[in-house]
């Protein structure tokens, strides 16, 4: 039922016409990437490597730590994906990624093993998920895109950035973006971000974003065709998000993550 809305939602969006039976015709076709994946420690990690894709650092004050023997901060508890992001007190030196910041906090990231892929034999994907986000100073979760082989692209479905707005962006390049800033009430609450991606032509394709079932933008991703994206769920911690951040731990949870896709 909720893969048959997604393509009448999209099509009226998009002013488009469609018939029962096309719509039957694309239902027929839906594969499931990810489904269930936090129901124990085995399915997770058939779906999910732990950290981000290009090892343990980012942007931000957090270095990611995890794997399969240690769960201090990427943890399973009753279908729920628990990150948890913890104040050090020593000297680990600087994040090895841009802008180089200091490490100040131990944290959690997992990304999927399959890539998104927008292309003819898979023009549409979906990618949702209902997370408890924080959203005080210096805590920075997300729920987003990037590119395989090159920056941009992106997609961010969730990014909360040291307050209770979430950040819908599609970045085209570092200074082209498309940017819709939603007030979420409590955001540490259960909400449902949603993301439905369709191939428009040769090269490009539109993002349709959703907070809690209902659409709020609509991106146009020029150049997203055939560029393999990772789906990565982390908190990051200070950097966009400001400083300090918290002196205790942060906690961020998801449940329900979903990928899936048509196939032409």
Request: proline letters at 5%; aromatic letters at 12%.
């Amino acid at each position: 039922m909720r893969i048959r809305i997604g393509l009448l939602a999209l099509a009226l969006t998009a002013g488009l016409t469609s018939t029962a039976g096309s719509v039957a015709a694309e239902d027929a076709a839906w594969e499931h990437v990810v489904s269930g994946s936090f129901g124990s420690y085995a399915a997770l990690e058939s779906e999910w490597n732990y950290g981000y894709p290009w090892g343990s650092d980012h942007n931000g004050t957090a270095r990611m730590y995890g794997s399969p023997t240690d769960h201090n901060h990427v943890w399973l508890d009753g279908g729920v994906l628990n990150l948890k992001a913890t104040r050090i007190n020593w000297d680990e030196g600087n994040s090895s990624a841009d802008p180089y910041l200091p490490i100040r906090y131990h944290s959690g990231a997992v990304h999927a093993k399959d890539h998104i892929i927008v292309n003819d034999r898979y023009p549409s994907y979906e990618v949702r998920g209902e997370f408890q986000a924080p959203s005080t100073r210096g805590t920075w979760p997300a729920f987003w895109l990037t590119g395989v082989n090159s920056w941009p692209p992106e997609s961010d479905i969730l990014e909360y950035k040291g307050n209770a707005r979430n950040w819908f962006n599609t970045f085209r390049s570092a200074s082209d973006v498309s940017t819709t800033i939603v007030d979420v009430a409590s955001p540490g609450s259960w909400h449902e971000y949603r993301a439905w991606i369709t191939k428009v032509n040769a090269t490009d394709v539109d993002i349709h974003y959703y907070l809690d079932g209902q659409w709020v933008a609509q991106h146009r991703a020029a150049g997203f065709v055939n560029q393999p994206l990772w789906v990565i769920i982390n908190l990051q911690m200070e950097g966009s998000a400001g400083s300090p951040g918290p002196g205790g731990d942060t906690h961020y949870r998801a449940r329900d993550v979903y990928i899936g896709r048509s196939a032409a």
